[in-house]
């Protein structure tokens, strides 16, 4: 949706104000973004100006995003690590807790020291966090895997738009079974925001979030299932000493230590707060 400025009375100002008591601030800026096809800062620079045409269609965008659908949905975009990815229903939207984890990447790569390092990302969804770290480590090479077609198209198409097909491998299937077409998988780093909502409360997660894919929010009875699939297997494809970095849900982190040191293969390393003060990130090194 692209529209010319049109010539009138009222302006940008008026439509932010507008439902201010209804959306936030950010996400009437994101909604005009889209509307009008511009940065966020030529909404504050430039001479917009507001007709009924526009304005309509700015009580649609924000009509639907009072109903629950999610803003990165209306618009089609989402941002993460200061980058564009294209977003759409079939993708979980990414979150800026997930940062953690692109960051956590390149302090394992400073401890460890690894030159060219060979990363895996599991559940890829839009491929926000393969793309990010291609972006960042000009010398890795990665390799992504999605249960979900639709994710993946959406994760080649995020590749392709940050010019960075060539630099990540896409591979379907389910966590590790994707691999089975891979040449030489063995990994320096396997990372993962794994799906880790129990799945009894699917049901009482915010109207924004139940739009999401199930797929992507359902970690089965408890919310640990894949991170028992990860630790059962992944010690197959990390290289000797490799690193795996885990999102995790709240309340999660003892159970998750509990999971892998049954193994007595691995170390937990360090886990990192969110924002919020919420254990969100977890680094386990392969003894």
């Not at 995003?65 to 803003?71: A, D, H, L, Q, T």
């Not at 977003?87 to 997930?98: G, L, M, N, Q, S």
């Not at 007595?264 to 360090?270: A, D, L, S, T, V």
Request: proline fraction near 4%; include cysteine; hydrophobic fraction near 40%.
């Amino acid at each position: 949706m692209i529209l010319k400025n049109n010539i009138c009375k009222k302006d940008i100002f008026y439509l932010i104000d507008k439902y201010s008591h209804a959306i936030p601030r950010v996400e009437a800026e994101m909604l005009l973004e889209y509307l009008f096809n511009c940065a966020r800062i030529d909404l504050y620079i430039k001479d917009f100006k507001v007709d009924e045409t526009i304005e309509e269609l700015y009580d649609s965008l924000v009509s639907r995003r009072i109903s629950g659908e999610p803003v990165q949905y209306i618009t089609g975009r989402a941002e993460f690590m200061g980058l564009d990815f294209i977003v759409t229903k079939d993708v979980f939207i990414p979150r800026p807790e997930t940062e953690l984890l692109v960051n956590m990447t390149r302090d394992t790569l400073n401890v460890t020291q690894t030159k060219n390092p060979k990363i895996l990302d599991l559940c890829t969804g839009s491929g926000n966090i393969a793309v990010s770290l291609a972006k960042l480590i000009q010398e890795a090479e990665i390799v992504a895997t999605d249960i979900s077609e639709p994710a993946l198209k959406i994760a080649e198409k995020n590749a392709v738009r940050h010019n960075l097909s060539d630099r990540i491998k896409f591979y379907k299937g389910n966590i590790f079974n994707a691999l089975i077409f891979a040449k030489n998988p063995k990994f320096d780093i396997i990372i993962c925001n794994p799906p880790y909502i129990k799945e009894d409360e699917l049901p009482y997660l915010q109207k924004e979030v139940k739009v999401e894919p199930e797929i992507a929010l359902n970690g089965g009875g408890d919310g640990l299932d894949f991170y028992r699939i990860i630790a059962k297997e992944s010690h197959r494809y990390l290289k000797k000493f490799g690193s795996i970095l885990l999102e995790i849900g709240f309340g999660q982190k003892k159970d998750v230590e509990n999971i892998f040191s049954s193994y007595n293969i691995f170390e937990i390393y360090k886990v990192i707060k969110d924002f919020s003060g919420i254990e969100r990130a977890m680094w386990i090194n392969l003894l």
